[in-house]
């Protein structure tokens, strides 16, 4: 058991090579086949650099966010034993982890109906090196970056940005986070293999016409965005009027969340399929749209759906724009030789203009690829208030870290 006189230091880092070593020990573990421990700190320190990992630098946020800016962006702490030998700065570490700070969407009690910005942190990358493992370095490490999250909202003159910071994560160590006072809210996968039966049965088949629209290019259109944010703060009303006491949230979307996973797949995509055409994703005219990420890893190639956005006053207008959206995703699957699609049931499936591509998917899909339980288990925290009172909207692909 870890001594409570152990000499423990939390740190939230800033030196370049300090990082560097944290990710060279996560490589040693983490790291695919196809990729040597070199390639795997240059993907590391690659999405350290993306726009949505750097939003603390952004003018954007900075005019936004002018007392709070500087808690945006992705964060690197480590946690140091400091009865270990001091040889060098890194010898002392034991844990590392990170959080990517994005901005967030409330209501709360206080904020009588109002959709108010809250900053959020997702926890990643959460690693004891094998050597201090068994002495509950990592529960610790958790304690204090609550801690330390906590003493960022909790002073009376705190902005208002980060008067209530909402930190999620999404555990692969099942429940091991429900100690550190994070509430599980797992969210459903589906997988589709099916393809061509449901662009047949449901999308209608390849001769179908279909809507004019277009390739969503990497850098995604605002006006998409703007649409989503749009949906998120009505769907966040509707969910405050249904429970007016609760804690409402959800992520605000960005196209810089999305850039940040078409990033990811690309600098994998160079080991294994480099010279194959890829698109992002698929807009129609009126504004319906899909943005999907591919998962090159071997044995486990998959198209995963991202958003999906459907315009229409009815669930008749909305479910015939999905239909297009479908065919054209299952389209881009079949072209880059994908066997699958993967999405969250929160992104499609539980709506109700959802419930006619899930009839759908019931005939012509396998029951075990439907409903099943998803590996990365989706969980939340937010200090002073109870689990009960809070609601986390869009809890989707999207948001995950």
């Known amino acids: ?18 990082i560097k070593f944290t990710h060279m020990q996560n490589a040693a573990s983490w790291r695919p086949d196809f990729m040597t421990m070199m390639d795997y700190t240059q993907r590391e320190r690659m999405l350290g650099s993306c726009e949505v990992s750097k939003a ?17 962006g992705i964060k690197y702490y480590v946690l140091k034993d400091l009865d270990l030998p001091h040889t060098s ?35 990643g990358g959460v690693f004891t090196i094998p050597e201090h493992r068994g002495r509950k370095y990592g529960g ?9 999250l906590d003493g960022i909202s909790s002073p009376p003159d705190a902005p208002e940005f980060v008067q209530d910071i909402v930190t999620v994560l999404y ?6 986070y429900s100690k550190f006072g994070y509430v599980s809210r797992p969210v459903p996968l589906h997988t589709v293999e099916a393809l061509d039966e449901i662009l047949d049965s449901y999308c209608g088949g390849d001769s179908v016409a279909r809507k004019d629209g277009y390739n969503i290019g990497f850098d995604c259109g605002d006006h998409l965005i703007d649409l989503e944010k749009q949906e998120f703060v009505q769907d966040l009303q509707k969910a405050h009027s249904k429970h007016p006491d609760a804690f409402v949230f959800s992520v605000e979307p960005s196209k810089d969340i999305y850039k940040w996973f078409h990033e990811r797949f690309l600098f994998q995509k160079k080991f294994l399929d480099p010279e194959s055409q890829v698109e992002y994703g698929y807009a129609l005219n009126n504004g ?37 959206l479908m065919a054209r995703t299952i389209q881009e699957a079949k072209k880059n030789g994908v066997e699958r699609l993967q999405f969250w049931n929160s992104e499609l499936g539980q709506q109700d203009w959802s419930k006619p591509f899930m009839a759908s998917l019931q005939k012509k899909e396998k029951p075990s690829n439907l409903y099943q339980e998803n590996p990365s288990l989706s969980a939340i925290r937010i200090a002073n208030v109870k689990p009960e009172d809070i609601v986390w909207e869009h809890n989707a692909k999207f948001c995950w870290f």
């Open 89 to 123: 700065k890194t010898s002392q570490i034991v844990s590392s982890c990170e959080t990517l700070n994005r901005v967030g969407l409330a209501v709360t009690p206080k904020s009588q109906g109002a959709v108010r910005p809250v900053l959020t942190a997702c926890i």
């Open 140 to 148: 610790e490490m958790i304690k204090r970056l609550n801690k330390y």
């Open 171 to 176: 555990s692969e160590v099942g429940e091991f």
């Open 288 to 324: 319906s749209h899909v943005i999907w990420h591919l998962n090159y890893w071997p044995d486990e190639k998959a198209l995963y759906i991202l958003k999906v956005y459907t315009s229409g006053e009815t669930i008749a207008e909305r479910d015939a724009n999905l239909k297009d």
């Open 1 to 18: 058991m870890l001594s409570e006189k152990r000499n423990l230091v939390f740190e939230l880092v800033l030196d370049p090579e300090v």
């Open 56 to 72: 603390d630098a952004s003018q954007e946020m900075q005019t936004r966010f002018p007392d709070s800016s500087q808690y945006l």
